[in-house]
Structure formats: C-alpha cells, structure tokens
T-cell receptor
Framework: KAGVTQTPRYLIKTRGQQVTLSCSPI?????VSWYQQTPGQGLQFLFE???????NKGNFPGRFSGRQFSNSRSEMNVSTLELGDSALYLC??????????????FGPGTRLTVL | LAKTTQPISMDSYEGQEVNITCSHN???????ITWYQQFPSQGPRFIIQ???TKVTNEVASLFIPADRKSSTLSLPRVSLSDTAVYYC?????????????FGQGTELSVKP
C-alpha cells in the first residue's frame, strides 16, 4: 500500500506570495492532519480534516487554511507569506477520525523556503 | 493535554539497550502514551502506544508504571540506524484525533 504523498517536496517563494501544498493520504484513510516543523518551534499542529470538515485547529493565524476533498486528499494554503513561514510542512493520515486511538502515518513533507 | 518532559539528548553504542524515560505528571485518565521516531528531513514514524503496564512490539517496548506519571521507551540492541529524535506524546488521542502535541523530543545518537 502506498504511503502518504506530499507535493511538491521543495518550494521556494518570496514574501507576500501565497502557496498551496497538497497531500494524498493512504488509501482508505479518512483523516488528514497538517503540521509545521521549524528548528525553533519544533513540530506544531496546524489542523485536522475528516470527511471534508475541519475538526481541530492549532494556534496559527488565519493566513493558514486548508481543505479536504471527497477523496480525502487535502490541501493547505498559506497566504501573504512571511519569512517565518519557512518550514517543513508535514501531512499525516489515519484510518478514522473517531473510535479507538490509531496511529498517524506521516508523509515526507514539503520543504518551504520563503525569501 | 498533559505536558511531557524527556531528556534532550542521549548517546549510546551499537548493540546496547537504550531506555528513554518521559515524565508526564499531569496525565489524565483517558490519556494514552505514544512514541514517535523521526529521522532528519522525514516525517515522524509511529513506534508504540500504550495505556498501562507493558506493551511490546517488534521494534520496542513501552513500560508504564501503575501511577502512569512516567513511561519508558526501551530499544533493544540499537544500531546506527536508530539515530533519530524520539518523541513522547500524551493525550486523549481517542477524542483529540489528529491533534498530536509534540514536545522537544530526545535526540538519540548511536555510535559504532
């Protein structure tokens, strides 16, 4: 079974631009979460989507948004990019959004550099 | 979500057993304990999860004392490829769903 895929893997943007990152979960997984990882702040939760609905949201400004499609694929968008948005953006999927605890499967991430 | 405290770094040698202890004094009744491993420039990978006593799988063991205020991840006979950052997470994963709260992690360095 294919793992979580994220595109693109690397991205360079300039301040003020916007960016869209894509995540394809493992087949059959319905929940997709997004995380930002930086050397200073570590791994931080952005938001989670389940059945096209945002279920959880981290403490990030409104410039960070996301959505999930009916096939569970998800995108996250960052508008008006700032230098501090440079980070590794990770997507994770899991089988279900409710019920017993289940592990999250992470993708390789998208490395975003803002110049 | 309970806060976790774990050593920032640890060193070991190939073939040794490594034990990484995580403190979570404010763990709640519904909280589970989960460990993830992360290699540089990769996403974290689930290692093991438990609620109480001992859990073992093909890569690690997780020891949880009766009061559940701490937990120990045990990696038997480590190799160079086990060099990574190990995260201890505590939370009501059942309801919190995808919202994993990562701490600073423990950077394990395995030397030959």
């Amino acid at each position: 079974k294919a793992g979580v895929t994220q595109t693109p893997r690397y991205l360079i943007k300039t301040r003020g631009q916007q960016v869209t990152l894509s995540c394809s979960p493992i087949s059959g997984h319905r929940s997709v979460s997004w995380y930002q990882q930086t050397p200073g702040q570590g791994l931080q939760f952005l938001f989670e989507y389940f059945s096209e609905t945002q279920r959880n949201k981290g403490n990030f400004p409104g410039r960070f948004s996301g959505r999930q499609f009916s096939n569970s694929r998800s995108e996250m968008n960052v508008s008006t990019l700032e230098l501090g948005d440079s980070a590794l953006y990770l997507c994770a999927s899991r089988v279900r959004g409710t019920g017993a605890p289940d592990e999250q499967f992470f993708g390789p991430g998208t490395r975003l550099t803002v110049l | 979500l309970a806060k976790t405290t774990q050593p920032i770094s640890m060193d070991s040698y190939e073939g040794q057993e490594v034990n990484i202890t995580c403190s979570h004094n404010n763990i709640a009744t519904n909280d589970y304990i989960t460990w993830y491993q992360q290699f540089p420039s990769q996403g974290p990978r689930f290692i093991i999860q438990g609620y109480k006593t001992k859990v073992t799988n093909e890569v690690a063991s997780l020891f949880i004392p009766a009061d559940r205020k701490s937990s120990t991840l045990s990696l038997p006979r480590v190799s160079l490829s086990d060099t990574a950052v190990y995260y201890c997470l505590v939370g009501e994963i059942y309801n919190q769903g995808g919202k994993l709260i990562f701490g600073q992690g423990t950077e394990l360095s395995v030397k030959p």
